[in-house]
Structures are given as C-alpha cells and as structure tokens.
C-alpha cells in the first residue's frame, strides 16, 4: 500500500445538524510539519470540521486518516492518544487553580506519601511546566494561579497543555481573537517555532493577513463546501476573501472625511465599582460629538465594557456624571436612557442582546414592541412585527432557517449579531455604543456592520466602538481613547496615533 503523503486527511466529510448541511462531502489533507489553514465565514463549517478531528462530533460520513491508517475519533480522549491537540477560542481552564495543576490536570505525576499514600507530585510537576515551558519559548511561572494572569498568559497555558500531552497534531481555533498586536505577533513565532520543531499546526481564523504571514496553504469553505485548496504564498488577501464570500469584498473603506456637530455624550470623572466595590472604572472623562466615531482601545477585562454599561444603564455609576445632549441619563433608567436617544449593541449577545427563545421577529421588534404601529391598545400587531422582521432580514443581510419564525437561539452567532445590529440602528438614535461589534463574524459580515457604523457617523450620530480588534479601532475611529486598568490615559485623534502606539498604551507600557 502507497504511503500517504498527509498525516491528516479527511475524506468526503459530511455532518448534519436539524436543519443544516454544516459540513457538504469536504475532503482536505494536512502534510505533517506544515501550517494549514481553514478559511470560511461564520456558519461555513470551519470549527464543526476540526471538532470532528478532535472527536467532540462524530461525522455523519466520509472517513478520517491519521498517518494513513483510519481512525474513528470518538472522543477528545482518543484524539489526544492519537497525538492530536486544540486550543479552543475560549479557553478551558481551572480558574483557582495554578498554571502547573491545569496542565497536568488528568494527567498528573504521582508520588507515594509516606512511602504508600499516592499523591501528585507538584514538585515535579512544576518543575516539568519550567523545563517544557522554556524547550518551547512559552515561558510562564508554574506556581502563578490561572485567575491572577493575563489573557495571553493563558493561551501559552492551553498550548502547554497539548505539548504536555506529546501533541503532534496542534488545532488552534481563532486563537488571536483577544490578543494586542504585540501579544499577537509573539503567538505567531511561537506558532512557527512549534513547526519548525515538527508539529503539524492547523488554524482556524478570520484574520487574512495572519494567514499570510504564517500559513503555508490554506482550505476555503464557503457554505459547508469545500471552494479549494491554495498554496498561500501565490495568493493576495483579497483573493481569500473573494472566495471565502462568494463575491468581492472591499478589505479598505473609504471614509469620507469627518464633520464634527455638537456634543452628543459627555461622560465626566465616571467611577463604576465591581460586586466587591473594588473600582473597575476610574475617573474616566470623554466627549463624543455629532458626526464621531470615538474608540475606546483596551485589552478584555480592563474597564471598556463597565463604561458601556454604565452609559446604558446597565450599571450604576459610584461617582460622576452621563448626559446625552444635556440631559443627565442618572436618574432615568434602561427604557428612558433608550428613549432619551441610545442605542446599544453589548457584548455578550446571548445574555444581553437577545430573548433566545423568541423568534427573529419578535427580537427585531423588542424596542418597538410596545408602540403603534407594532400594538394597538395593549394588543401586539403581529403582521407588522413580521412585515417588520422581513425587511430587516433583507437589508442587514440576516440569514436563518426559517425566516422571522426562525427561533434565535438556533442561529449562528454571526446571524444573531447581524440582528441586534439592525434591530439598533434602525431605532435612528443620536448615540449609538457598539461593544465588540465584529467578534466571531467572517469578512463579509465585518464589511457589512462597518459600512453601517460608517453610515451612522456620517448621518451626524455620535458612535462610541469599544473593540478589542485594534484593526478595527484603527480603520473605523476619528478619536480614539487608550484605556488601561479602568483609566483612559490618552485620548487623541486617531491620525495621531501609530498602531504600534495604541498596543502600547494598552498595555500599560506606555504612558500620557
């Protein structure tokens, strides 16, 4: 029998969920010491296809190759014997727990205490997390508990786990999502360093320059189906991005230039505290006016999203003041700051943005819900919510299974941020607060939902983008304002500020 040139291969893959051909007869091969890449928008399989090689689904048919001998993957546990590893986009740590003890978890080095009670032995494994840790240019403190460290920190945890496992095989799923462009470019040598050393990496990401800088070839699905196959070094980044959509994609906007109003918000030495009162956000003052984009630039977990809420309402404000257009929103609460002339798209979609159990329609009408035309003397106007839905879906693009009945927990995450999207900036607000507004969503999505933050600047409404996508920041803001530890420590029109700068002040290294 010929030897298989691929140490992965899949053949003829196709799984189905209720509804859904989420993978279409797809076949790929991954040779061992490359960097292969899976592009595809939201919904086109990506993830659904490396599950099934790392056994959390099983594929409905077709067959998998490991090293050219057929494997029924059944299980994460069976795929980590088969020396195959993944990193997922959220990550699956032991938060209270130190670097060391989540590595080793289920795997641990075992003494005997007093000569015949087994235990772990944390010395040795700590000492084991050093030596790996440095062999590999991953360098963390073995002792360091998971919740006291950074978000790359991590990620150089989840990769230690596969290497700790003998991983051959590395899957990593958009792992650049939440990284400063710093933290990034150093998750990228490691990612080449690890093939240099033999591993096979296989990555999932939007990101097409990323691709470019590290992939060796890369596989395009588009809608569960295979497009092709590419060496990347013969194709630009609007070449992926044409076949990934299925049409061409502007990857530049062109942005008019800017023509600033009145003031519109005015946020003045806010404080926000946590369940603890320990403050989150301190001191913070900004102005946005008619015709802005002003963008708050952080790494996660450092404040930006305590603003946004305090904004909504969401929040209670410990000290200072918010007004839109004079009006103090202190007193007022969720509804009133909604009517007062605020829209919100928040951060976390499912808890905040949507009712999951209600059909699209009636989440496109959750602002309107309660005034004519949608009711009529307390009773709801179906027809008019469902009219309503219809013309949202078809202007913002929406898609779903069974149009405005389709229930929304059911939809991709990218179709239930395409929703509250509309369904926010159809309200026509003065103010309007996107909080992560591309996150999971493929390039043509990203393209969509930025023409509609551009378009909403550009009929004079004030925008507050508060991104951890520092391109985004970057290609979207007129001013931007640099927050670190729940302070903004510089605050500047975005002309004045280099990429590099902004990953800086984010990352406290530099200071106003």
Request: aromatic share 6%.
């Amino acid at each position: 029998m010929e030897e298989s040139p691929y140490i992965v291969e899949m053949r003829h893959i196709t799984k189905r969920f209720p509804g859904i051909v989420a993978n279409d007869d797809v076949s790929i091969g991954v040779k061992k010491g490359e960097i292969f890449a899976i592009l595809g928008e939201n919904g086109a399989g990506k993830s659904t296809l490396m599950s099934m090689l790392f056994g959390m689904y099983e594929p409905d048919e077709g067959q998998i190759f490991i090293r050219g001998k057929e494997e029924k993957i059944t299980s994460p546990s069976y795929a980590s014997h088969l020396n195959i590893g993944m990193v997922h986009q959220h990550f699956k740590l032991v938060s209270n727990y130190t670097i060391a003890e989540n590595i080793v978890l289920g795997v641990e080095p075992m003494k005997k205490a007093a000569g015949f009670l087994p235990c772990v032995d944390r010395k040795r494994a700590n000492e084991e997390i050093a030596a790996l840790s440095k062999q590999y240019g991953l360098e963390v403190n073995p002792t360091d508990v998971i919740s006291k460290v950074n978000v790359s920190t991590r990620q150089r945890v989840e990769i230690l786990k596969m290497l700790y496992r003998k991983a051959e095989i590395l899957i990593f799923d958009e792992p650049t999502a939440v990284l400063t462009p710093q933290e990034i470019d150093s998750l990228l040598r490691i990612i080449r360093n690890l093939r240099d050393g033999g591993k096979t990496i296989i990555l999932i990401t939007h990101k097409l320059e990323e691709i470019k800088q590290v992939a060796d070839r890369c596989a395009i699905l588009r809608r569960g189906k295979l497009i092709g196959t590419y060496d990347v070094a013969s194709m630009d980044t609007k070449e992926m991005a044409n076949l990934m959509v299925g049409r061409e994609v502007a990857l530049t906007l062109e942005k008019a230039p800017a023509s600033f109003g009145k003031t519109v918000l005015s946020v003045s030495h806010l404080t926000v505290k946590n369940e603890d009162g320990f403050p989150v956000v301190k001191d913070v003052s900004f102005e946005i006016r008619e015709g802005e984009i002003f963008a708050i630039a952080g790494v996660s977990g450092n404040g930006q999203t305590q603003i946004a809420d305090a904004i909504a309402g969401l929040l209670p404000a410990a000290e200072g003041k918010i007004s839109i257009l004079g009006k103090d929103l202190a007193p007022l609460d969720i509804r009133s700051r909604a009517r007062a002339g605020l829209s919100y798209i928040p951060e976390d979609r499912q808890t905040t943005g949507l009712v999951l159990d209600f059909a699209l329609s009636d989440d496109l009408a959750l602002r309107r819900y309660n005034r004519e035309p949608f009711e009529h003397r307390g009773v709801r106007d179906q027809k008019t919510t469902n009219t309503f839905g219809e013309e949202l879906i078809g202007k913002y693009d929406i898609r779903s299974a069974n149009g405005v009945a389709t229930i929304v927990r059911s939809m991709s995450g990218g179709n239930q941020q395409k929703a509250i999207v509309a369904r926010e900036i159809e309200e026509d607000a003065k103010l309007t607060i996107f909080v992560q507004p591309t996150r999971g969503l493929d390039i043509g999505a990203i393209e969509n939902i930025h023409r509609q933050i551009l378009g909403e600047r550009d009929k004079g409404k004030a925008v507050l983008l508060i991104s951890l996508e520092l391109d985004e920041i970057m290609q979207l803001a007129d001013t931007i304002g640099v927050i670190y530890s729940g302070s903004i420590g510089k605050i500047a029109p975005a002309s004045e500020f280099t990429t590099a700068e902004v990953g800086e002040y984010m990352m406290g290294v530099k200071h106003a």
